[in-house]
T-cell receptor, first 111, second 114 residues
Framework: QQQVKQSPQSLIVQKGGISIINCAYENTAFDYFPWYQQFPGKGPALLIAIRPDVSEKKEGRFTISFNKSAKQFSLHIMDSQPGDSATYFCAARRTGNQFYFGTGTSLTVIP | NAGVMQNPRHLVRRRGQEARLRCSPMKGHSHVYWYRQLPEEGLKFMVYLQKENIIDESGMPKERFSAEFPKEGPSILRIQQVVRGDSAAYFC????????????FGQGTRLTVV
């Protein structure tokens, strides 16, 4: 079964707007939650990650919000730019085990 | 993630041939994960290896697929008797240890079976 559920599948945002991508998980043993960005023809690149002992992590225009009780986490991209257009994957992992990935969100930022 | 090297970048095989995909981890990385990505789909876990050991192969088909990560040299994902359905992008990711949990991806190998 899908260990990490991601939505939406695709997202179109106006330049300057906020892009929000959501993920949910079931396994409470997960202890690491990264987000990856993938451009066409390239491998996924680590964007930002969070551990469950914090509720929010911000790096530049990218913020992860983490709700441990709801078992949900989300990626917010502030002031979205056309260069942010890519596919975004959330993931979750329990130490010593594999990474489980969401199905991806294709983000298009229109000028 | 440029430090994780995968080769070849593109591989074309006829049905029934063998495909060998290589992944050289970043320096100091001893954990390797292989994923398959079909067009417009997410990353499907295949196998997780540490040096000389397979830790988790629950995502790998039982037939025709195998993986290794020898003490020396790259990790190899081997697909025997390829079929058209094996056409996909195959990515490896590597990390240093289970404590430092960042994983970095290679650029992938795009396998086309004709």
């Amino acid at each position: 079964q899908q260990q990490v559920k991601q939505s939406p599948q695709s997202l179109i945002v106006q330049k300057g707007g906020i892009s929000i991508i959501n993920c949910a998980y079931e396994n409470t043993a997960f202890d690491y939650f990264p987000w990856y960005q993938q451009f066409p023809g390239k491998g996924p690149a680590l964007l930002i990650a969070i551990r469950p002992d914090v509720s929010e992590k911000k790096e530049g225009r990218f913020t992860i919000s983490f709700n441990k009780s709801a078992k949900q986490f989300s990626l917010h991209i502030m002031d979205s730019q056309p260069g942010d257009s890519a596919t975004y994957f959330c993931a979750a992992r329990r130490t010593g085990n594999q990474f489980y990935f969401g199905t991806g969100t294709s983000l298009t930022v229109i000028p | 993630n440029a430090g994780v090297m995968q080769n070849p970048r593109h591989l074309v095989r006829r049905r029934g041939q063998e495909a060998r995909l290589r992944c050289s981890p970043m320096k100091g990385h001893s954990h390797v994960y292989w994923y398959r990505q079909l067009p417009e789909e997410g990353l499907k876990f295949m196998v997780y290896l540490q040096k000389e050991n397979i830790i988790d192969e629950s995502g790998m088909p039982k037939e025709r697929f195998s993986a290794e990560f020898p003490k020396e040299g790259p990790s190899i994902l081997r697909i025997q008797q390829v079929v058209r359905g094996d056409s996909a992008a195959y990515f490896c990711a590597t990390s240093t240890s289970t404590v430092n949990t960042e994983a970095f991806f290679g650029q992938g190998t795009r396998l086309t079976v004709v």
